[in-house]
């Protein structure tokens, strides 16, 4: 990070007497921004420093200077990293998008399945997640725990979301699905090796001479036969080809994100 004498790791039981100062600088926050969630308990935040759960940024003395936590929704299924709070005497150093790194990394750590989610009205945050691997969604593709969204009750923009019925509000939803990042991974894999071949010089074809003279070119087996694996991934490198040389040349129809504002 930017800041050398900031030190960023995951918070423990011996950091709770921190917990005061933070949800204190939690409701400030919100209420200088007007939005965002409000306040949460000492209480509240001491649960997650003991479960484990928490990323905290300290100075080498000792001094607050940031906090986040995570929270799963869903069975699991859905990890928000909530409650991101910076010290204003800190800000600008970088201390938010090291924060954000870290609690990210713990979340795929402790839920390595798991979608990771967030809402915010912050740009710089937007941009963070961005760098993440986090996408604009629809608020439908967020989790319907009722208990996630009774989080929001103490939020000022609620009447502005429960008037959208949770369909929409002044916070952007951006999501980080681990599915879709292992397909591409894979998908840009296939290409770029697909790619490394092609660039490769044509084989010269084998040549052989029978007995009576006559010369015959060896044919190279295919792979293909009898790995229905191989064959399977190959189908799948078509497709994303395919697609995608379809999606360049205009064809209506593909998925569309934005930001929701």
Same mark, same amino acid.
């Given at each position: ?17 921190? @917990? ?20 949460? !308990? ?18 080498? &003395? ?35 998008? @090291? ?7 713990? !979340? ?21 997640? !961005? ?61 770029? &090796? ?62 569309? &994100?934005?930001?929701?504002?």
């Amino acid at each position: 990070m930017e800041n050398q004498h900031i030190i960023v790791r995951v918070a423990t039981p011996d950091d709770i007497h921190y @917990s005061n100062i933070i949800t204190d600088e939690m409701e400030s926050s919100a209420k200088a921004r007007g939005t965002g969630i409000a306040k949460r !308990s000492p209480d509240y935040v001491e649960l997650k420093m003991k479960e484990g759960k928490a990323v905290i940024a300290l100075t080498e &003395k000792g001094d607050w200077v940031g906090f986040c936590y995570i929270e799963a929704w869903g069975h699991e299924k859905f990890v928000a990293n909530s409650g991101l709070i910076v010290n204003p005497a800190f800000r600008g150093h970088g201390v938010a998008k @090291s924060i954000k790194h870290r609690i990210f990394e713990l !979340s795929r750590e402790k839920y390595p399945d798991a979608k990771i989610f967030g809402l915010t009205t912050g740009l710089a945050v937007m941009k963070i997640n !961005s760098e993440l691997g986090y996408e604009p969604v629809t608020y439908s593709e967020l989790t319907d725990d009722e208990e996630f969204w009774k989080g929001c009750r103490s939020c000022v923009n609620f009447d502005i979301l429960t008037a959208k019925n949770r369909k929409n509000c002044l916070c952007t939803a951006m999501l980080y699905n681990p599915l879709e990042k292992l397909k591409e991974a894979e998908e840009k894999a296939m290409a770029d &090796k697909a790619a490394a071949e092609a660039a490769q010089p044509a084989p010269q074809p084998q040549l052989s001479v029978n007995a009576s003279g006559h010369i015959h070119h060896a044919r190279r087996r295919r792979r293909f036969k009898g790995n229905i694996k191989l064959y399977e991934r190959w189908l799948r490198f078509k497709r994303f080809v395919l697609l995608k040389s379809k999606k360049e040349g205009g064809a209506t129809g593909s998925k569309k &994100k934005f930001f929701l504002f």
